[in-house]
């Protein structure tokens, strides 16, 4: 609904840099959180023509110092859009990683982040991303997670905790 309005709006960043706020709020106040949005896009726009010539940096750590870019929207712009190998850790990887024992004690998406890329391999760092991230959205889900229909039993941690509670 707002992308196709934003883009014939501002169809360049040096376009969408030159533009107040309230222009971009009007396009994109249906979406949440539309104030800071709103701020971030023309901040990130001004910024990223006067430190970086206007072309969006591919390095995670160059990324993140663009206004409203923290480190999981870093890591997934470098993933996607440049085939990096970044692993973005969002609730669904956070939760997910957790449950099955891929993470251990981890208490922040960079600590989950960190344990995560020490065993998965680089090349699949993106696609992982994705995996967990659907398998938490379909089947392990927050609420109400679908083991009797999930393939990871044999090594779920969570599943195996679960069928202990359940045998005593």
């Given at each position: 609904m707002i992308t196709p309005l934003f883009f014939k709006r501002?169809?360049?960043?040096?376009?969408?840099?030159?533009?107040?706020?309230d222009e971009v709020f009007d396009l994109i106040k249906s979406c949440s959180y539309p104030n800071n949005k709103a701020r971030h896009l023309v901040a990130a726009a001004r910024f990223i023509m006067?430190?970086?010539?206007?072309?969006?940096?591919e390095q995670v750590d160059e990324l993140q110092k663009i206004p409203g870019v923290g480190r999981k929207s870093a890591n997934v712009i470098a993933s996607v859009a440049f085939n990096k190998p970044a692993l973005a850790v969002d609730t669904?990887?956070?939760r997910v990683s957790a449950r099955i024992g891929l993470t251990h004690h981890a208490r922040t998406p960079l600590e989950?982040?960190?344990?995560?890329?020490?065993?998965i391999?680089?090349?699949?760092?993106?696609?992982?991303?994705?995996?967990?991230?659907?398998?938490?959205?379909?089947?392990?889900?927050?609420?109400?997670?679908e083991c009797d229909r999930c393939g990871l039993q044999?090594?779920?941690?969570?599943?195996?905790?679960?069928?202990?509670?359940?045998?005593?």
């Open positions: 501002f169809p360049t960043l040096s376009v969408l840099a030159e533009s107040k706020q006067e430190n970086f010539n206007g072309h969006l940096p669904h990887v956070f989950a982040e960190k344990q995560l890329v020490r065993y391999p680089e090349s699949l760092h993106s696609i992982a991303h994705h995996w967990l991230i659907l398998h938490g959205r379909y089947i392990c889900k927050a609420r109400k997670p044999p090594y779920c941690k969570y599943y195996k905790q679960n069928k202990k509670q359940e045998a005593i």
